[in-house]
């Protein structure tokens, strides 16, 4: 394996192509076999909805994790990284919605590893074995009575679930399900990928903001797999933004449980298996900024000609969490105006003279100035599609970095404001 | 002076009290002596009020400035630069509203300069004793035309206008004027201070993000008026937010007359010059956030026990950014939850189990956990007022910062979505 990793190192970058396709062509839909998923309606915060999912993994898997980096973690990812740490393979993962069990201390913990407990017994596996994932309103404790009336039929009903029932019963503020799924030949072998996610509010880089499940039936060792889903999600999660804020309770777990027996056996096999997760992966997040709460647009923000790729990444991020830049968007307006004032306190070093600005394809600003044209004409047309590309070109280097971003409107007010109640 | 500048060192931060007071009383309302006001109507882009200001010293006056650090400058601000550095001693200020001059080349700066000159031949003094301003729009060429046909009378009707008439005819989206002014003894001289600014939208720390106007008739030496200035703004302008956005045009202009023949002449005369200043500064300060786009709330940030001063900003500028916080405080929902993880995701360094936090006077989190209280109906009437103080104590060190922000609500939205049209 040794050899592998090596070769992963150098052509994980260089795998794979266009990450933010509109319209990723899934012919697959089926789960990865070895996977089964149930669902229950335990009424945490949410009424006539299911809000528990539960996936359980007919063998121990390699799992590759990742957690948000706000220094706030909620008892689940405590829990999920001690388990982690202790397991010799992950066989299931516990997930609820409305409840975040985020800043609950002690009990917070005791708590999140009783539901752990109580499901181990049902499904006759090691609690640590287990991974809990949690979203919802942070503080409150977890509704213990709602666990224990529903995790017996939730362990009685695995294999009754899609993945799409799963997808709708992880959702918060979530407007529609959020799955993707596609295949690869491997040899003679099938190799089937699918993930699903919840996003919708709290979504800005670092660390897949949101919660994300990924399941493929591919064999694979454990060190490999964390790479090729970290490069994914720096690519993908690592790359959209919704209102800069992070939750306390981002993770995404990514379970290989190995059913098809197939293996990476070559450089090939590799450039087809990073692909097949990239493609899951940016299919996911950007379905979580198309659902982006009272979200209208699909901003997706290319950076080119940075110092380097961290100036670029600020570059763009600069312009994502413009309210600003997101409100002009939504109103349809060709405020190239917004963009560069952003850029120029991006912290990104440019020559404003230097640096090239493409709206929805058209060049708009150059040499310092606005293009000459008649921008309201050319861009009323361009404007009205939910998907926006805005090409910077900084002219400052080969640092790039491209960004998924939602627009702000009144209803991100609506929602936000009256949350809780 | 250097001996008083070696004391103001020490001094100017020793100086003065509370800077957020919210009702200041000011009973001067005089402008110093030595300084005459026009307006006029010009019809940049606002019709029916005023729009184009101009305000003259009797004599040249020690200048204090300070500019947008944004990378795009607007053409005025390249030109305020330029003449400060030319100029034995500035003699007037020139501002429009409606048009930003910003992002317009050599033109910008060529019909920024041909203002200039008009005026100078209109008034008799330099053009590089001028400072000009420009808000509103960023890219759109001056209409010259309107300057040419209002300089003149602008310049004949000096002395018809009052400080309210020039602090509403630099207003774009403001919906009221911000003037503030004081009065010290200097041992038998009295000395006023005054000052007009203009914000609302585009406001977040670093540097003045907005334009700010101060006179006096006290007799200083530049240097330490920069001081002194640069000290004021720091505690105020450089201390609000709105949405994060800086502009291209943001600057801010002191001028130090003299007419009142007082002087500094003591380490006391100092700290009551410094106090002045900054209650003015902080009167301003408060009414743009009081005056945010769509904003009904004032929300006073104040982080103690950081690391440092620069982490202690990060977490109130993490806090005050955040759209969830901000549209929960405008929900006057006690969304704590919210605070916390603005702060676990803003880069300043503490224990979790550490930080405290208070929510309008009452402490909401401690040691890791909300407190048990009955939460909506200990905030309801408190969350009421326009004014919510949000205390946090990072338990970490002895940095602090404050700072004044507003919330986020759908007015916002639709005032930045249809701004252009």
Redesign the interface.
Known sequence: MIPALAAAAKNIKNAAGNNFMKDINNTATQLPRGFSLATARAGFKYKNRDDLALIMGHNPASCAALFT?????AAPITLARNNLAKSAGIRAILVNAGQ?N????DTGIHNCWKTLEILAGLLKINPWDILPASTG???DHLKMDLFEKNLPPLARDLGRATGEDAARAIMTTDTFPKTSACEINLGKARVRFWGMAKGA??I?P?MATMLGFLLTDLKIDQKLWQKIVTHAADKSFNAVTI??????NDCMFALAGGQSEAEISGEYDLKKVVSALDRVCAELAYKIVQDAEGGTKVLRIEVKGAKDDHQAKMAAGAVG????VK??L??K?P????I??????SGAE?N?QEIRVSLAGVEI?A????KDMDRDSVFKPLLEDRDVDIQINLGAGSGSFTLLASD???K???I??????
């Open positions: 980096t706000n220094l706030f973690q975040a985020a800043c609950t201390g309103v942070i503080g509010g709290m800005c670092n209102d800069g804020d992070t939750s306390t969490n413009s309210p600003l409100t002009a939504y109103g307006d405020n190239w105006g917004r560069v004032a952003a850029l120029g306190r440019f404003p600003f040499s310092g100035c606005p702000l409107t009144e991100y007010i609506q936000n404001a009256h949350y809780r109640t």
